[in-house]
């Protein structure tokens, strides 16, 4: 299911947690990038 067409609070998060769940490692810091800016330190 689409989070824009989820119709509770419940589903949204679902939906969320299935996102996260599906990244590796890559697109995380890919991800973490567009989100928060390119700079991630020396985490890994």
């Given at each position: 299911?689409?989070?824009?067409?989820a119709s509770d609070?419940?589903?949204?998060?679902?939906?969320?947690?299935?996102?996260?769940?599906?990244?590796?490692?890559?697109?995380?810091?890919?991800?973490h990038a567009r989100?928060?800016?390119?700079?991630?330190?020396?985490?890994?």
């Amino acid at each position: 299911e689409d989070f824009g067409q989820a119709s509770d609070d419940d589903i949204r998060l679902r939906v969320v947690v299935d996102q996260v769940a599906s990244l590796t490692d890559l697109s995380a810091l890919e991800w973490h990038a567009r989100m928060c800016g390119p700079d991630v330190g020396t985490a890994l």
